[in-house]
């Protein structure tokens, strides 16, 4: 283990409880629901083109799990090289433009320039991969509500992501339109990561508390009692 890098390790796992305020509940709901694509839809749209028979306690369990599990993974990998290499640990578009690439520079040679090579082609496919799930939100709306060609709904659609991406993107250079002296970036990351999501996953819970029929939920989620969900009383008083 590299000199310091211990020290990276109980800052990633050893919680300071007097930094605990209702922005790090915030900031920490924020990034459960956009890990797990909470309160926008993504669950619901693809949870539609399930086949009925899937088993949905396990399904969620497993995608929960791996999220999790690949989130501490990459907090490992990154945390201790940063204190081993002397650096301040940082989150966001600082993380990831900043301290990464001084780190990949800090290993020096042809190891730092693989390892930033595959860490921004990774990067590339994930921010890819995250924008198609997104917008299949919006183009399964188009298709379904408005009757719109598939193409010409992911056509429109893309067209006003990419807009909104370019004014985000151009925000970070301190470029563009601004809000009372904030960038686009930081207000889509405010409205989305701090309202929208969260209003979004209560909307879900009021309907699926109050407007559906407890025995019909149940029905759903254990495929008519096919499957075992012990948990179900204790999900549904939390979600009501």
């Known amino acids: 283990m590299l000199p310091g890098a211990m020290a990276g390790l109980e800052f990633l796992f050893m919680p300071d409880f007097s930094k605990v305020d209702s922005n790090v509940v915030l900031a920490a709901l924020g990034q459960a629901f956009f890990s797990l694509s909470l ?74 320039l693989l390892f930033a090579l595959m860490f921004f082609i990774g990067l590339t496919v994930a921010a890819l991969t995250s924008s198609v799930s997104l917008l299949e939100v919006v183009v399964s709306y188009l298709i379904d509500e408005k009757g719109l060609k598939r193409s010409t709904a992911v056509l429109s659609a893309s067209v006003v992501m990419a807009t909104l991406c370019v004014f985000a993107s151009l925000s970070l250079g301190g470029v563009g339109p601004t809000l009372f002296g904030t960038g686009a970036f930081d207000i ?43 948990l179900f009383g204790l999900w549904y008083n939390l979600v009501k």
């Open 188 to 230: 889509f990351d405010l409205l989305t990561d701090k309202i929208f999501l969260a209003v979004g996953g209560m909307l879900v819970c009021i309907f699926a508390g109050w407007r559906l029929n407890r025995a019909d939920l149940e029905k759903e989620i254990t495929n008519d009692g096919k499957v075992s969900f012990p």
């Open 39 to 112: 309160g926008m839809g993504c669950m619901m749209t693809y949870g539609s083109y399930l086949k009925k028979k899937e088993n949905l306690v396990q399904t969620t369990g497993m995608v929960t799990a791996m999220d999790t599990g690949v989130a501490i993974l990459a907090g490992v990998a990154m945390f201790p090289a940063m204190f081993a290499f002397g650096m301040e640990p940082a989150a966001g578009p600082g993380l990831v433009f900043v301290v990464v690439p001084q780190l990949f520079a800090e290993m020096g040679g042809v190891i730092g």
